[in-house]
């Protein structure tokens, strides 16, 4: 199968068409109970078969939502779902199976074991940053745990979720796995169902209106949220490294990536070198022309550009320095890598999430106040620190809190498939990523199996027996 041509989006379709595919789902869900790890891989085969076979498709889409270049599409689009893919097919069996645990004092004469079984049917709500990525990733995960799944793709990436509907369509019965596109009002219908799970991934704004819903019916979240991501670059820090490391995590995607650096903190001592190396980072990857770059993508809409261009407008009314960058062209949706200098901590730049290609660098003398503001401020996606002083490192990461950490790394850290993704609190609730994606999807039942446990003998009537027989145990343990 190749979806060459563009399909008519099923936009907005009617709630009741919502609420029929759901009602399919339900009695799928059941049946997958008892679905076995060879049945979930055939599945998951399939899809990796369906992406593939529409590679070409998937780049054109890219492109036209993002200005994706292709080898971007294949890094950060492509292959992280291929990677999840193979990384479950190769695990899956261990995964499900069921595991013993062992018997504690009290419970002497049972047995116990954890079986992970299947939500049911799961809704799962994706951003357009990365629209292939987040929408078959955290299926690729649903399928693994043997759920049935409706997904619901970000409005903004028309094309990606065009072919995406396509593509499910044509690979699997919207009994088991469905699409449907559209805005906030189809997410809304959606979440008024009593979905087994929900893993929705976006905003954190759109992030509590999910966990609202989610609560009318009790219906466990994952929610893989955003926010502002901190740099922290210290005097010993191998600064070109740092600056090449820091420059592509923050301009891949211009900048609309969930674990891009969003602001850095440098040490006032080497603050000069690190913007030279900066500079030189952006020019070596983008060259001297950044416009005519076939490998610097655009932002997604009108409405983000005007958002970002806010930010730098305000930003320099407020005093910042432009060390780099600057140039907006709206027609073309392109702002440049811009590096801004001198930025006051409660301009609107160091408020919210900047989710574009502007990155403000505040230069520090200890490195207690880049700490001090990230602990003053919601815990960040990802955190990042450049170093060699161990004793910083150690300091940074034990003082603050975050969803993930990179040392003299950013954004990778996101495709380790052994590594939980997610947030905490205001970052994400949950994780996903291979074992924990398994997980997210699954619930992990207890089952406890009687063979001679003691118990029966505490049973009323509490006699002087009992009683003695009960503080003699209670003697033992305390
Ligand atoms: P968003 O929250 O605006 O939208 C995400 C999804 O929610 C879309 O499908 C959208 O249609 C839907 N939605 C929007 N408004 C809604 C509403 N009122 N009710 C129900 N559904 C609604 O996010 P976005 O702009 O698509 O993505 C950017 C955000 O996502 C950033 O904050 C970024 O950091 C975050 N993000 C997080 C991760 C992660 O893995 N943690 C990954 C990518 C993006």
Redesign the pocket.
Known sequence: MNVTTMITPVQGAAASVMAEVFAKQQPTAIKLRTSTADERIAKLKKLEAAVLANKDAIYRALAADLHKPATEADLDEIMPVIGEIHHAVSHLKSWMRTKRVGTTLTMLGTQARIRYEPRGVCLI??????PIN?TFGPLASAIAAGNTAII?????TPSCSALMAEIIRQTFDVAEIAVFEG??Q???AL?DMPFDHMF????????K??MAAAAKHLSSVTL????KSPVIVDESADLNKAARSIMWGKFLNNGQ???APDYIYVHEKVLPQFLEASKTAIKKMYGDDVQASPDYCRIVNERHFGRVKRLLDDATANGATVVTGGMAVEGDKFIAPTLLTKVKLDSAVMQE?I?GPVLPIISYSDVHEPIAHINANPKP?ALYVYSKNQGNIDRVISETSSGGVGINVSVLHFSHANLP???VNN??IGS?HGEYGFKAFSHERAVMRDQYNSTPMLYPPYTSRVKWLMAMTLRFFA
Not at 125 to 130: D, K, Q, R, T
Not at 152 to 156: A, R, T, Y
Not at 200 to 207: D, R
Not at 224 to 227: D, F, N, Q, V, Y
């Open positions: 709500i994706s951003p357009w940053n990365f987040l619901k793709p970000s409005e903004l805005d906030a189809v997410s809304t979440l929705f991934t976006g905003s954190p704004a759109v992030g209106i999910v893989e949220l955003g926010g990536t969930c674990v999430e989710f996606l993704f997610g947030g970052s994400g996903s």
